[in-house]
């Protein structure tokens, strides 16, 4: 079974409003990180932030990760027409990096 | 840089035919890992390697064999291909995975077992 749910499935909003999906986790991690997929296209690494960190910053990208509610969230401000993809939270143990099902997350103009 | 190539990008196969998904990557990084990627599904892990030599199971291996004899390499075999082993196949490499680097994917093989 999958050890990383993104929440929620789908996302749509308008062109320059925030996006934020969340991820919970089962176990303990030694990393979470997020990447993105375009349709058709492999999983292109977005950021990463380890077990002891709780907040990081990557231009409009913000991750948060509580480690006592086994849950993170991505915040991408003032979205653009060209974030549209799916969004995936990779889970990092000690040896595997598994993922959940993903967040779809439209941008309309 | 060519980064993680993976060969063919498309594949047929009939129901009992094997086939060979080819995984190459020129970074030299330790860790090596296949996904199949189902509709609805996300990404689920099937076999990973930790170095040459190295091999474990994942979330679903079953019906999949992998073997790494090089740093660069990491086949996955289907030894009597299935319908439900219709996907799209992921190929992965990152540096290690102890210390937690990002994995770097390749474009994918879209199966189709008839």
């Known amino acids: 079974s999958q050890q990383g749910e993104e929440d929620p499935q789908a996302l749509s909003i308008q062109e320059g409003e925030n996006a934020t999906m969340n991820c919970s986790y089962k176990?303990?991690?030694?990393?979470l990180q997020w990447y993105r997929q375009n349709s058709g296209r492999g999983l292109v690494h977005l950021i990463l932030i380890r077990s002891n960190e709780r907040e990081k910053h990557s231009g409009r990208l913000r991750v948060t990760l509580d480690t006592s509610k086994k849950s993170s969230s991505l915040l991408i401000t003032a979205s653009r027409a060209a974030d549209t993809a799916s969004y995936f939270c990779g889970i990092q143990g000690a040896q595997k990096l598994v993922f959940g099902q993903g967040t779809r997350l439209t941008i309309n103009p | 840089n060519a980064g993680v190539t993976q060969t063919p990008k498309f594949q047929v196969l009939k129901t009992g035919q094997s086939m060979t998904l080819q995984c190459a990557q020129d970074?030299?990084?330790?860790?090596m890992s296949w996904y199949r990627q189902d509709p609805g599904m996300g990404l689920r892990l099937i076999h990973y390697?930790?170095?040459?030599?190295?091999?474990d199971q994942g979330e679903v291996p079953n019906g999949y064999n992998v073997s790494r004899s090089t740093t660069e390499d990491f086949p996955l075999r289907l030894l009597s291909a299935a319908p439900s082993q219709t996907s799209v196949y992921f190929c992965?490499?990152?540096?290690?995975?102890?210390?937690?680097?990002?994995?770097?994917f390749g474009q994918g093989t879209r199966l189709t077992v008839v």
């Open positions: 176990t303990s991690i030694n990393n």
């Open positions: 992965a490499s990152s540096r290690n995975q102890g210390v937690g680097t990002e994995a770097f």
């Open positions: 970074m030299n990084h330790e860790y």
């Open positions: 390697s930790v170095g040459a030599g190295i091999t």
